[in-house]
C-alpha cells in the first residue's frame, strides 16, 4: 500500500472543536466529492496537556492525516483528479478556511512492518 502521512495545523483562532468539526463535516465531504476517496483515510488529532504529551511543547501540529492507495498509480490518478484546474483552486481556498498551510508539511511512507500485540 502507498501511505503519505501529513501534519497539518489548525488556524490560530480556531479552537481545536471548532478545528475538528470543520475539518470533519466540511473539508472532508467536499474532497471526497471530487474524486472517489482513497482506501485508507484516518485523521488522529493531538490531545494536548496530558500526561502522555513528551517533549518541550515543540509539537507545531494538531492532527495527523493518513492516506493510502493500492500503489504509486493509484495515488496519482487521485491526485490528477482532485488538484485538476478549477479544484486545486478551490481546496486552497477551502484549506485556508481552517488550516496554517504555512506549517503544513507531508511525507511518503513505506510501511514495511505491522508488529501485532
Given at each position: 500500500?502507498?501511505?503519505?502521512?501529513?501534519?497539518?495545523?489548525?488556524?490560530?483562532?480556531?479552537?481545536?472543536?471548532?478545528?475538528?468539526?470543520?475539518?470533519?463535516?466540511?473539508?472532508?465531504?467536499?474532497?471526497l466529492?471530487?474524486?472517489?476517496?482513497?482506501?485508507?483515510?484516518?485523521r488522529?488529532?493531538?490531545?494536548?496537556?496530558?500526561?502522555?504529551?513528551?517533549?518541550?511543547?515543540?509539537?507545531?501540529?494538531?492532527?495527523?492525516?493518513?492516506?493510502?492507495?493500492?500503489?504509486?498509480?493509484?495515488?496519482?490518478?487521485?491526485?490528477?483528479?482532485?488538484?485538476?484546474?478549477?479544484?486545486?483552486?478551490?481546496?486552497?481556498?477551502?484549506?485556508?478556511?481552517?488550516?496554517?498551510?504555512?506549517?503544513?508539511?507531508?511525507?511518503?511512507?513505506?510501511?514495511?512492518?505491522?508488529?501485532?500485540?
Amino acid at each position: 500500500m502507498f501511505k503519505i502521512l501529513a501534519f497539518l495545523s489548525k488556524r490560530a483562532d480556531l479552537s481545536r472543536e471548532q478545528f475538528v468539526d470543520y475539518y470533519e463535516n466540511t473539508h472532508i465531504p467536499f474532497v471526497l466529492g471530487l474524486a472517489p476517496g482513497p482506501c485508507l483515510y484516518k485523521r488522529r488529532y493531538l490531545t494536548r496537556g496530558t500526561e502522555m504529551e513528551v517533549g518541550n511543547g515543540s509539537i507545531d501540529f494538531d492532527v495527523v492525516t493518513e492516506v493510502g492507495f493500492p500503489d504509486r498509480e493509484a495515488f496519482h490518478a487521485w491526485h490528477a483528479e482532485v488538484f485538476k484546474p478549477g479544484n486545486a483552486e478551490r481546496i486552497v481556498e477551502d484549506e485556508g478556511r481552517f488550516l496554517d498551510r504555512g506549517r503544513s508539511r507531508s511525507y511518503v511512507i513505506d510501511e514495511e512492518r505491522v508488529t501485532a500485540g
